[in-house]
C-alpha cells in the first residue's frame, strides 16, 4: 500500500509482484495497448510486473474468464515467478474471482478493482474519497463472495483499501444504507457547488476546463498558465503534477486574470483512461458536472504518444456520455518538444494549438485563442457620454477595457471594448467622431 505525504509524494511502499492476464475475443482486435496501459496503471499502484499472459478466445469462460488450460499454465507460471497477484484486464464475476483464487491460491483482481484502489490511494479532498468509496461500493456488492477470500486471507494489498476491507463483516443491507449516506453527502456537496457556480453566472465568470487523457500534462499546462498570469508568485497555487498516471484526482480551480477587465475560471479535472469503471464514472459525474457548465473545453493530448488518437476518442468518448460532447472546444496537442511537429496530424473541425507546457512553448498563443473565443462577444468602439451621466462613465470603466479616456467640451470621450449586451445598452452614445 503506497503512503504519501502531504506534498503527495510516497513515503512508505510496499511493492506487490504481478502477472497481468489479458483476453482478446475479437481476433482483429490487438490488445497490446490495453495490456501496456495495464502495467502502467498496476505500477502506479506499486505493484511490479513480473509477466504478461494473453489468450484468443471468442467466448470467455463463465467459470475462470480464461480456459482451463490457461488456468493451470498460469498457476505454473505464478509459483515459478512467487507472484502473490493477477490482475486480469476484464472485469471479473463474484464467481470467477472465487474460481481463480481457488485455482491460483493468490490474490486475484481486475482492471476495475486496480483503477479504483488508485483513486482510493490518491484522492485527498473529502468529495474525492467519497466519490470513491461509493462506486467501490457500488462494485463490490454484487461480488461479496468472490471478494471474501481474498480479503480474509491476505488482508490487505492492491484491491482492498477502503470499504473492502469490511466486506466480511458488512451485510448487504449496511452496504446499502451506506450508499445511501455517501450520496446524501455528495447531494449537499453538489448544492454547495450549485450556489458557487451561480455565484460566478451572476458575476459572469466565464469557466474553461482542462480535460483529456490521464497524464497528457493538464495539470503542468494549468501551473504553466498560473505562471503566467499571477504576478505575485507567493500567492500562485499551483497544483500537483507528476509523470505518471492518476497523478491528481480531486478537481482544482483557479481564477486566471488577464487584465482588469477580463478573467475566468480555469478547471482541472480527473483524466481518462480506456475501459473506465462506468461505477467510477457515475460516482465522478458530480464533480465532472463542472465540465458540462464549462463555456470552454481544452482537451489536453499528450503528442509524444505514438497512439494519441486513441486517447482522443476514449475522451471524447466520456465527454459524450457526461453530456459535454456538443462543447465548444480547442485541441491542445502536448508535449510537443518531445516529437517533430509535422507527425503531429491535427484534427479537422476544431481549433488545433501544438503546445508544450513545460518547455512553455505556444502557451502565450493558447491563452490568445482562449481568450479570443470566451470573450467572444465584445464589440470595440468610441463613446462620448455627456458629464450629467456620470454614471455610465464609472460603469464602462469598471466593466469594460478602456484604452483611452478624454474630458472634451460635450463630455466624457471613451475607446473601449465592451461586452455585447452592454454595448447594445449604451450604443446611442456611440460616436463616428475620433479624437
Known amino acids: 500500500m503506497l503512503k504519501f505525504n502531504e506534498n503527495n509524494e510516497v513515503i512508505d511502499q ?22 501496456e496501459e495495464l502495467k502502467g496503471l498496476a505500477e502506479a499502484a506499486n505493484a511490479e510486473v513480473l509477466g504478461m499472459m494473453t ?3 471468442d467466448k470467455p469462460n463463465t467459470a475462470t474468464l480464461i480456459g482451463k488450460g490457461k488456468v493451470e499454465e498460469l498457476a505454473e507460471m505464478v509459483r515459478n515467478m512467487e507472484a502473490d497477484t493477477v490482475i486480469f484486464n476484464d472485469e471479473l464475476t463474484g464467481m470467477q474471482l472465487r474460481n481463480l483464487e481457488d485455482a491460483l491460491d493468490v490474490r486475484v483482481i481486475d482492471r476495475t478493482i486496480l483503477i479504483l484502489d488508485i483513486f482510493a490511494d490518491r484522492a485527498s479532498s473529502r468529495e474525492g474519497k467519497l466519490q470513491v468509496e461509493l462506486a467501490q461500493l457500488k462494485y463490490r456488492m454484487p461480488r461479496l463472495i468472490g471478494f471474501g477470500k481474498s480479503l480474509s486471507r491476505l488482508g490487505g494489498g492492491i484491491g482492498t483499501r477502503g470499504p473492502g476491507e469490511k466486506k466480511l463483516e458488512t451485510d448487504r443491507r449496511h452496504i446499502e444504507k451506506r450508499m445511501l449516506d455517501i450520496k446524501a453527502e455528495l447531494d449537499q456537496i453538489k448544492n454547495t457547488r450549485s450556489v458557487q457556480r451561480a455565484r460566478r453566472e451572476k458575476n459572469e465568470v466565464p469557466v474553461v476546463a482542462l480535460v483529456g487523457y490521464t497524464n497528457s500534462g493538464k495539470s503542468a499546462l494549468m501551473n504553466r498558465i498560473l505562471s503566467k498570469t499571477e504576478k505575485n508568485e507567493e500567492d500562485r497555487k499551483i497544483v500537483f503534477e507528476k509523470n505518471m498516471l492518476f ?6 480551480q483557479r481564477s486566471v486574470v488577464l487584465d482588469s477587465n477580463h478573467q475566468f475560471i480555469l478547471i482541472d479535472t480527473v483524466g481518462f483512461v480506456s475501459k473506465l469503471p462506468h461505477s467510477l464514472v457515475n460516482a465522478f459525474k458530480a464533480t465532472l458536472e463542472e465540465v458540462t457548465y464549462a463555456d470552454l473545453l481544452v482537451h489536453v ?15 471524447d468518448k466520456v465527454l459524450e456520455e457526461i453530456g459535454a460532447g456538443g462543447k465548444d472546444r480547442i485541441l491542445a496537442f502536448n508535449k510537443i518538444d518531445l516529437v517533430d511537429p509535422e507527425t503531429v496530424v491535427p484534427r479537422p473541425g476544431t481549433e488545433n494549438m501544438f503546445i508544450s507546457a513545460k518547455e512553455d512553448i505556444q502557451i502565450d498563443e493558447l491563452l490568445d485563442l482562449v481568450r479570443s473565443k470566451i ?30 479616456m478624454e474630458y ?17 445598452k449604451y450604443k446611442e452614445f456611440e460616436t463616428d467622431e475620433i479624437i
Open 14 to 35: 510496499e511493492v506487490y509482484k504481478a502477472i497481468l492476464v489479458g483476453l482478446q475475443r475479437d481476433r482483429e482486435e490487438d490488445i497490446s495497448y490495453s495490456m
Open 55 to 57: 489468450q484468443n478466445l
Open 247 to 252: 497523478a491528481t484526482l480531486d478537481v482544482a
Open 301 to 315: 493530448v499528450d503528442s509524444s504518444y505514438e497512439n494519441h488518437d486513441f486517447h482522443i476518442n476514449v475522451t
Open 375 to 404: 470573450f467572444s462577444d465584445e464589440v470595440s468602439c468610441h463613446m462620448m457620454i455627456p458629464y450629467t451621466r456620470g454614471d455610465i462613465t464609472s460603469y464602462l470603466c469598471d466593466k469594460a477595457e478602456v484604452a483611452r
Open 408 to 424: 472634451t467640451g460635450e463630455g466624457t470621450y471613451l475607446e473601449l471594448t465592451l461586452k455585447n449586451a452592454d454595448y447594445q
